[in-house]
């Protein structure tokens, strides 16, 4: 890459940031772009429509808050720097298979919502699609430039905006669990022969349709915890991984257990912890993991058939959760419902370590006792990662 590339590629850059409308051009300078060896990108904050960078090799890339309108294709990309998509979101069909990512990439609270696929993929570094708040220093300069960043809209059904935080000071965290929301796919995605070299972190991601882990290669540490991941022949050689219910590693092969089919039915899953008092943690977080699996209709509508049975499964799982969670059951469990949609949820009497509600979603008539809990948390302080309460007020003692 000469320096006059990467001049010429940061004035494209610039003009595609500019807001200019002419189709035409836009697409040029796509085209202009992908077809530059080795070049730094900065699309930060912009609207890019059918975006083809399929086969491109970049140097570092920063799209975060990008909108891509319609079907967008980075197959068989090659990204040599930093990857980051952190909070963009891919409004059509995305495309990532075959990609190449060197370095880090950061899908952090990126949304999906059509067909997706990483097939194929290689990450040879850290794979994020967990949170999307950037840590920074107390004394980096880019929290100058912070609150010039305007995240898109959240704009999902059922969900009033938690107003997530896009940064955060180092040390406000103390794992990769905290924090707000992972990315969030609404259509199938497909995983299906990635390798991932290193960490390979899903934590707080949500999969509303099928995700793909088929023949998947996991070299490093692993948080993958949905209920809809199939990871069938996908192989482990990590020393830490975080797996959904019903999956474990035989001689580095992930395996499907015969109490896999009860990923996703509360009353068979308590039934297992009933009899294995060791399981009781696993089985609330596999409920708690089905209830945040995003619904994609308006649960205040006029409902299908099919859209009701869902509704009423959830309701289920809400009540048999309950019922194990109130005086003389199942003592000292935590409840992660971080970015759940929950209706009529009813913890009247319920009690337990944490009980985790940030930027969790309540319709209907909502009961919560804070004094059987140690802690419970419905936002991450200073206005962000709120939990909304819809058809009603908040409960009394919260």
């Known amino acids: 890459m000469s320096a006059t590339d990467q001049e010429r590629a940061a004035a494209l850059c610039a003009y595609l940031r500019s807001g200019d409308r002419d189709a035409d051009r836009r697409r040029a300078a796509v085209r202009s772009l992908a077809g530059m060896a080795g070049v730094d990108l900065d699309l930060s904050g912009t609207v890019l429509t059918d975006a083809d960078f399929g086969g491109g090799r970049f140097g570092a890339v920063t799209f975060a808050d990008t909108r891509f309108v319609g079907n967008t294709s980075f197959a068989g990309a090659e ?10 979101v891919f409004d059509g069909e995305a495309r990532f298979q075959r990609a190449r990512f060197h370095a880090t990439a950061v899908f952090g609270r990126t949304r999906f919502r059509a067909v997706t696929s990483f097939a194929g993929a290689e990450f040879h570094a850290m794979a994020w699609f967990g949170r999307g708040e950037e840590e920074l220093w107390e004394d980096d300069d880019a929290w100058d430039t912070v609150e010039e960043i305007e995240p898109l809209p959240w704009d999902e059904v059922n969900e009033t905006d938690p107003v997530w935080p896009v940064a955060v000071v180092v040390g406000d965290y103390q794992s990769y669990e905290e924090g707000g929301d992972g990315a969030r796919f609404a259509a199938p995605v497909a995983f299906r022969g990635a390798s991932f070299g290193d960490t390979a972190w899903f934590g707080k991601a949500r999969f509303a349709a099928e995700a793909d882990f088929r023949e998947a290669r996991f070299g490093g ?36 257990e015969a ?22 943690q696993r089985v609330v977080d596999a409920i708690c993991a089905h209830l945040r699996t995003p619904l994609l209709f308006d ?8 859209q009701q049975r869902v509704v009423e499964d959830r309701g289920t799982a809400q009540r ?60 991450l302080g200073g206005g962000h990662g709120r939990a909304t309460f819809h058809d009603g007020s908040r409960p009394e003692g919260l």
């Open 221 to 256: 540490p692993v948080h993958l915890d949905s209920p809809a991941a199939d990871l069938t022949d996908a192989r482990w050689s990590g020393d830490e991984g975080s797996w959904p219910w019903g999956w474990s590693v035989r001689d580095q092969v992930l395996t499907a």
């Open 259 to 280: 109490s896999w089919s009860a990923r996703t039915d509360a009353q068979a899953l308590t039934g297992i912890g009933d009899h294995h008092p060791e399981q009781r």
């Open 299 to 306: 649960v205040r509508g006029t409902l299908t058939a099919e």
């Open 320 to 379: 048999v959760l309950a019922a194990r969670l109130r005086p003389g059951r199942w003592a000292g469990m935590h409840l992660w419902l971080s970015g759940a949609t929950l209706i009529g949820l009813d913890l009247t009497g319920c009690g337990g370590g944490v009980a985790e509600f940030t930027g969790a979603q309540f319709h209907g008539t909502t009961r919560i006792e804070r004094a059987g809990w140690d802690r419970v948390v419905l936002d």
């Open 79 to 88: 990204f040599e720097g930093e990857a980051v998509f952190a909070r963009a």
